[in-house]
């Protein structure tokens, strides 16, 4: 009997991605920040993703008291003004649940990949302790429960999806609730998987520091232009 499948975990030693002139040339990135976030977070990444050979655009959104419907549909309207053949979504946490209620709505999008950091599929934890009071409630604002309630519908089976995880276990989180290891601090890395995904990565760092990380950033680069993972299994 076969034994249960190594968890795939970002080799620090991995040499960046070459990147490909051909495809690059005729696509671009979309970067999708997260709760409490404005875009400007997500720079360090826009700029590894432009030395990978993609242009990027950021798309900018209220994190906290806007309907996540009309996010989507904001978002959808942005994608339009694109002059691209190709347009990828790279979203970090709150970010890829947008992204997902975008595609379920606005289905009719140009061929792209999307890759998630730290993005809850699965649920989370940390908002469900936070929901069950006023305080709680407040902190996540309208957006976050709504965007949790739209990762219920099945992922478009035609949108390859890349799932980066964080390991690294330091976060606020860890105040709120008790966090089953491993998980990056707000997230666990349970909470990321979604079966729908073409493949899934674990990056030894924290929530927020998936935006920074040298070895995020190549997996990022490299799912973008293979549909695949540079650690091993």
Known sequence: MRGPRPRRLASPVSPPPLPSPMESDDACVVCVHGLYMTGLDMGLLRLRLRRCGFRTRQFSYGTWHRDIGRQAARLDRFLRTIDAATVHLVAHSLGGLLVHRMLVDCP???????????????????????????VGRTILGRTVPQGLLAARHPWPPERELGVVAGSGGIGIGRIVTT???????????????????????????????????????REVCHFLHTGRFLAPV
């Open 108 to 134: 009719q999008q140009r061929a792209g990949r999307v890759v998630t950091l730290g993005t809850p599929h699965c649920g989370s934890a940390v908002a469900e302790r936070l929901r069950h009071c006023a």
């Open 179 to 217: 966090l089953t290891a491993p998980h990056d601090g707000t997230v666990t890395v349970a909470e990321t998987r979604l079966p729908a995904a073409h493949d899934h990565v674990t990056v030894a760092t924290s929530h927020t520091g998936l935006l920074y990380s040298a070895a995020a950033a």
